[in-house]
């Protein structure tokens, strides 16, 4: 039995598990990662848990960000205590490379040190280093996966690969901050999760793993490779000003997760990207309700 527990806020939305009404092994539970009461509850009929909650707009961290200290801090904690208090025998961290900070050049391993630049990335490393602390002071086998940027179908629109494509649909502008030259290395999520799912069966207690994707590029790079997918030139993107401590650069090297699990990313860029345009462009009805939640 796999439960799901998710707070739905504005970026969390049922129709991501389509199987919820047929599928006897999968279980939906609205609730509060920070909810002591139910979170107790639940773990004593859990044997692991993967933390996958968080806010994650970095934007939104530089307007509150206390609601990130609160989920992802405060929401980690109460996650890991519980799991803690009924013997929770696996607790997988799911985190980001943003907790490193900004990198010019080379890649980031595990052993690198932690130097968040926005509220989010702090409060991601934080969650961290608190679960790295129930591994060393209870014992908990506890493991952590740092990812790099994701993409694919069923993301929310507020990030930039979905962003740009929804815009489009809407003959809107792709706005795209500063000079657009700031890199990223692109996950597909399905690449992610089977990453995830390689640590859980192969990998070591106490452990952090990098998970890539193995495409980098800059975000100006992006918006032009969705214009072209979609049939448009580069008029359509629009230069805004830049964000706020704008991190140039991540990139992990995930070695490590490669030589002890076998993990390779299967989702070739282009194809990938390619194939989440149509997921939009099929899926309107998916998205639309999105736009102008909070």
């Not at 609730?31 to 707009?57: K, M, Q, R």
């Not at 494509?165 to 795209?176: E, S």
């Not at 699990?261 to 990313?265: D, K, S």
């Given at each position: 039995m796999i439960t799901v527990l998710d707070s739905l806020t504005y970026a969390g939305n049922l129709n991501n598990l389509p199987d919820l009404k047929?599928?006897?092994?999968?279980?939906?539970?609205?609730?509060?990662?920070?909810?002591?009461?139910?979170?107790?509850?639940?773990?004593?009929?859990?044997?692991?848990?993967?933390?996958?909650?968080?806010?994650?707009?970095v934007d939104r961290s530089l307007l509150n960000s206390a609601n990130f200290v609160q989920t992802n801090v405060a929401g980690t904690t109460n996650l890991l205590s519980n799991s803690l208090k009924n013997g929770v025998r696996v607790f997988h961290q799911v985190s980001t490379d943003e907790v490193y900070g900004s990198i010019l050049s080379g890649s980031w391993d595990e052993e690198f040190p932690l130097r968040p630049n926005s509220p989010y990335a702090a409060s991601k490393a934080s969650a961290d280093l608190i679960a790295l602390a129930y591994a060393y002071s209870f014992g908990m086998d506890v493991r952590i996966s740092r990812c790099s940027n994701n993409y694919g179908p069923n993301q929310h629109p507020e990030k930039l690969i979905p962003l740009a494509?929804?815009?489009?649909?809407?003959?809107?502008?792709?706005?795209?901050y500063g000079d657009g030259l700031n890199r990223r290395d692109w996950l597909h999520v399905e690449d992610h999760c089977r990453a995830i799912e390689l640590i859980l069966e192969k990998g070591r207690a106490g452990q952090i793993y990098n998970v890539g994707g193995g495409f980098e590029c800059t975000n100006l790079e992006i918006a032009a490779k969705i214009s072209e997918i979609m049939g448009e030139g580069q008029s359509t993107i629009e230069f805004v000003k830049d964000r706020r401590g704008h991190d140039f650069r991540y990139s992990v090297n995930w070695n490590k997760l490669a030589d002890e699990?076998?993990?390779?990313?299967r989702n070739d860029f282009n194809d990938g990207l390619s194939q989440t345009v149509d997921w939009y462009r099929n899926n309107y009805e998916w998205w639309a309700p999105t736009l102008n939640q909070e």
């Open positions: 047929t599928n006897n092994r999968l279980h939906f539970l609205k609730g509060d990662i920070c909810n002591p009461d139910l979170v107790d509850e639940l773990t004593t009929e859990t044997d692991i848990v993967v933390n996958f909650a968080a806010e994650s707009h494509i929804t815009n489009l649909i809407r003959a809107k502008k792709i706005p795209i699990t076998g993990y390779e990313p």
